[in-house]
């Protein structure tokens, strides 16, 4: 089973830069795609960005230009780099995987979700 810990997020003043880092460990034979969400306050929860295996990338219309995701197989991280940070930027971001037991079934992890607030 994967455990994945997300980490970096805090309160930054608008046109700031945060980066996010999604850590997994475990059990598991492979992580597949990563994607992030977010949820605001009183919103329903929308992908942000996501990377696949081989690294290809996928990003909401809200984020591109200003959000780049990364990651680091060696490692088991995944890096979510946020620049030029807006007010609407504000929520609760979660990395959530695709993953590949070493049974050979396939499996999803939710990480438990960092905060950032974006404000003057």
């Known amino acids: 089973q994967v455990q994945l810990v997300e980490s970096g997020g805090d309160l930054v003043q608008p046109g700031g830069s945060l980066r996010l880092s999604c850590a997994a460990s475990?059990?598991?034979?492979?992580?597949?795609?990563v994607t992030w969400y977010r949820q605001a306050p009183g919103k329903e929860r929308e992908l942000v960005a996501s990377?696949?295996?081989?690294?290809?990338?996928n990003y909401a219309d809200a984020v591109k230009g200003r959000f780049t995701i990364s990651r680091d197989n060696a490692k088991n991280t995944v890096a979510l780099q946020m620049n030029s940070l807006k007010p609407e930027d504000t929520a609760v971001y979660s990395c959530?995987?695709?993953?590949?037991?070493?049974?050979?079934?396939?499996?999803?992890?939710w990480g438990q979700g960092t905060q950032v607030t974006v404000s003057s």
């Open positions: 990377i696949t295996s081989a690294g290809s990338t």
């Open positions: 959530y995987a695709d993953y590949l037991r070493r049974d050979g079934y396939g499996a999803r992890a």
């Open positions: 475990g059990r598991f034979a492979s992580i597949n795609t």
